[in-house]
């Protein structure tokens, strides 16, 4: 692990020794975290307690690395190589050779990899020509071309007869998928290593004549793709994770933070389903089909929306009959049978929302927990038959990598289906 990198696992303290991780970072880090609305760790005396995000934070020179767990152990490079492959299973890293990315990861830091992915899909995009589209612009022309601007004309313009202020459309580079590019590469020119630095710089060359933008959650929202301008998508996405995650320290210009962070019960939802829509395929006997995010209106504008859907059909004495089965993935770590009483009610309102008769709380496997399953209790007003499963998947080998067939597993141990013989 090189030496400027700090690794901790979620849901536990980082400790100021004044050694690798100062009191200056310490400071600059809280400033932060408030600016985010508290959202990536607590703040005890001269210590941050993570919370269930993963992902690198860089301050100053320092890379803290913020691991996922769930085993008993301390095993950190088991974990950064599985948080590196759960980023790749649920499309947020993308590389074309695993063996090259690994053994970056050995001489690097997980951030590296983000950055690095970045610089090379910037790269390709040079090299395979930028695109050109159109886009709207307000200024002076010196022929009429487009929209004359009244009030404007006549304030810029009076004393200029050969002028003309229009509203008009211009075909070329400067649009706005390249304006943020330029806004992730000048970010990367300023707070990275050398090597990634210099790369930044390099490029910079061909989107400088580009016009500068304040980039915000606004601005990706505005973005569009096209049959034209799909390469750019994931480049576009690694620098919306650049830029909105980028905190400049604007009083003292030190201590700059870029940090990557996930939301790791987001990231485990994520895969799940993934997987699971991976072998819907192994169930086409019994119709099977995933859904993710399904919403429904629960109490005036609120709605309820499980994690995933799970619709089928059961051979019920030669008559087939639809069946729903709701998961909901919980990033937690349970030691015996005693899930929350906000999560059993959770799948009680979605049992009866979404008209299943069984719903399953799914959560990674750590002490060896069996399956359990448990029917709610009859109500007054809802005499229908539901139940509730807890559930546990182990995800991870001991050398870090992802356990395979994990989709068909879930599927078999919720609905009780057999897959088709291969």
């Known amino acids: 692990m090189p030496v400027n990198v700090v690794q901790v696992f979620e849901h536990s303290c980082l400790e100021v020794d004044e050694d690798k991780f100062t009191s200056k970072h310490f400071d600059r880090l809280v400033q932060y975290n408030e600016k985010q609305g508290n959202t990536y760790f607590n703040v005890g005396h001269k210590r941050l307690h993570f919370k269930s995000y993963v992902g690198v ?161 606004a601005t990706f929202s505005k973005v569009r793709f096209n049959r034209k301008t799909q390469p750019y998508e994931q480049v576009v996405q690694l620098s919306k994770l650049i830029i909105l995650n980028y905190s400049p320290d604007l009083s003292s210009g030190g201590e700059n933070i870029l940090s990557i962070m996930f939301d790791m019960n987001q990231l485990f939802e994520k895969y799940v389903y993934r997987q ?31 994690d995933i859907v799970i619709q089928y059909e059961e051979d019920e004495g030669g008559i087939k009959v639809k069946q729903k089965v709701i998961v909901d993935t919980k990033w937690k770590v349970l030691s015996d049978h005693t899930p929350s009483d906000s999560d059993l009610k959770q799948m009680y309102a979605y049992n009866i929302h979404f008209g299943a008769n069984h719903s399953t709380l799914l959560y990674p496997q750590v002490h060896g927990i069996q399956k359990l399953h448990e029917a709610y209790h009859p109500s007054d007003f809802y005499a229908d038959n539901h139940s509730c499963s807890l559930d546990f998947i182990d995800l991870v080998e001991p050398d870090g990598s992802l356990m395979q067939g994990v989709g068909k597993r879930i599927i078999e141990s919720v609905t009780g289906l057999t897959p088709l013989a291969s």
């Open 276 to 306: 699971i829509k991976k072998d819907e395929q192994l169930f086409q006997a019994n119709k099977l089909f995933v859904s993710g995010q399904s919403s429904r209106k629960f109490w005036s504008s609120k709605t309820i929306r499980p």
């Open 57 to 217: 934070i860089q301050v100053d020179g320092l890379t803290i690395e913020v691991l996922p767990k769930a085993d008993v152990g301390d095993d950190t490079e088991k974990w950064q190589k599985a948080l590196f492959l759960l980023l790749r299973e649920t499309g947020y890293l993308s590389v074309s050779s695993l063996s090259n990315a690994m053994l970056r990861l050995r001489s690097s830091s997980l951030l590296e990899l983000f950055l690095w992915q970045f610089l090379e899909g910037v790269d390709q995009l040079v090299h395979q020509g930028l695109v050109k589209r159109y886009r709207q612009e307000q200024n002076n022309q010196k022929a009429l071309k487009g929209r004359l601007l009244f009030q404007e004309q006549i304030k810029r313009n009076l004393v200029h007869k050969e002028r003309f202020f229009t509203d008009h459309q211009v075909y070329d580079r400067d649009h706005l998928l390249h304006q943020i590019i330029k806004k992730a590469l000048i970010i990367l020119a300023g707070v990275s290593s050398a090597h990634i630095r210099s790369n930044a710089s390099r490029l910079l060359y061909t989107f400088g004549d580009f016009d500068d933008i304040v980039a915000t959650n």
